[in-house]
């Protein structure tokens, strides 16, 4: 089981492209990305620390109905 790290905003929009989300769109504060009915905020900062990731992962975990592992999300 491999360990997780921070990750860069570009490649956490990527991973979540191959996961079926669309965008990411202008919003007020954040730009957003979107499945179906549900929105994702995506805070601007560069680099995701990993905190930070495994909260955002939460909120993806709950829009697809299923848990992401470390390693899965490494292979996206």
């Given at each position: 089981m491999?360990?997780?790290?921070?990750?860069?905003?570009?490649?956490?929009?990527?991973?979540?492209?191959?996961?079926?989300?669309e965008?990411?769109?202008a919003?007020?504060?954040?730009?957003f990305?979107?499945?179906?009915?549900?929105?994702?905020?995506v805070?601007?900062?560069?680099?995701?620390?990993?905190p930070?990731?495994?909260?955002?992962?939460?909120?993806?975990?709950?829009?697809?109905?299923?848990?992401?592992?470390?390693?899965?999300?490494?292979?996206l």
């Amino acid at each position: 089981m491999s360990r997780w790290a921070p990750c860069k905003r570009r490649e956490f929009i990527r991973r979540l492209h191959s996961l079926g989300f669309e965008g990411p769109f202008a919003g007020s504060r954040h730009q957003f990305m979107t499945m179906g009915q549900h929105r994702l905020a995506v805070p601007s900062n560069a680099e995701f620390s990993v905190p930070q990731l495994k909260m955002l992962l939460k909120e993806v975990e709950y829009i697809i109905g299923r848990e992401i592992s470390s390693d899965e999300w490494n292979r996206l």
